[in-house]
């Protein structure tokens, strides 16, 4: 059964911790992305890799880290500099090709308390 | 930098309406639009992927158009049902790099 698995579904932090959120994919794709929703809105991009070993900022990467050690996972850290945690958060990945579509996991909402 | 915006934010509809969502961006310079479907707590699902070279696309009662000099691209759905009750988002992908931008989206409400 092939898809991208996101882990926990809910996650509750306290205040100055940080939290490791699981992305694992596979559908043997080279570009992963994490992707942060707030109520009412659109997706906003975080951290998006393209291939192992190699990523990129997005629009709102203060305050997060990602790592991309192996191609099938991509995990988001959310860190006590991160000033308002709490949201939605979606991992992506891409295949290349004429499709090029993006395929979402079911998402972790993250809950600061 | 590319801004997407949706109009309406939210729609509400009796059973069987044809309706129009629509979504604008800022930049035409885009490779390719997207529409996706998100049900609550859940993670998106791609309907419709327009290529800039084409116009529309079609899928069962669903048809996406694309106006690129306009900066426009619109939803169609035909015969709405309770099932099609959902938040629909519209993306573009820019010509250069492979981010998304997203407008904020559509709660649509299909009322039996």
């Known amino acids: 059964d092939g898809g991208i698995t996101q882990s926990p579904k809910y996650l509750f932090r306290k205040e100055g911790q940080n939290v490791t959120l699981s992305c694992e994919q596979n559908?043997?794709?080279?570009?992963m992305y994490w992707y942060r929703q707030d109520p009412g809105q659109g997706l906003r991009l975080i951290y998006y890799?393209?291939?192992?070993?190699?990523?990129q900022k997005g629009d709102i990467a203060e305050g997060y880290s990602v790592s991309r050690e192996k191609k099938e996972s991509f995990p988001l850290t959310v860190t006590s500099a991160q000033k308002n945690p709490t949201a939605f958060y979606l991992c992506?990945?891409?295949?290349?090709?004429?499709?090029?579509?993006?395929?979402f996991g079911p998402g972790t909402r993250l809950t600061v308390l | 930098k590319q801004e997407v915006t949706q109009i309406p934010a939210a729609l509400s509809v009796p059973e069987g309406e044809n309706l129009v969502l629509n979504c604008s961006f800022t930049?035409?310079?885009?490779?390719?639009l997207q529409w996706f479907r998100q049900d609550p707590g859940k993670g998106l699902t791609s309907l419709l992927l327009?290529?800039?070279?084409?116009r529309e696309q079609t899928s069962g009662r669903l048809n996406a158009s694309l106006d690129k000099s306009s900066g426009r691209s619109t939803l169609y759905i035909a015969a709405s049902q309770p099932g099609d009750s959902a938040t629909y988002l519209c993306a573009v992908k820019e010509t250069s790099g492979s981010r998304l931008t997203f407008g904020e989206g559509t709660q649509l409400t299909v009322n039996p």
């Open positions: 992506a990945s891409r295949t290349a090709g004429s499709t090029d579509t993006q395929y």
């Open positions: 559908l043997n794709h080279d570009a």
């Open positions: 327009i290529q800039s070279s084409q």
């Open positions: 890799s393209q291939i192992v070993n190699d990523f």
């Open positions: 930049d035409s310079a885009i490779y390719n």
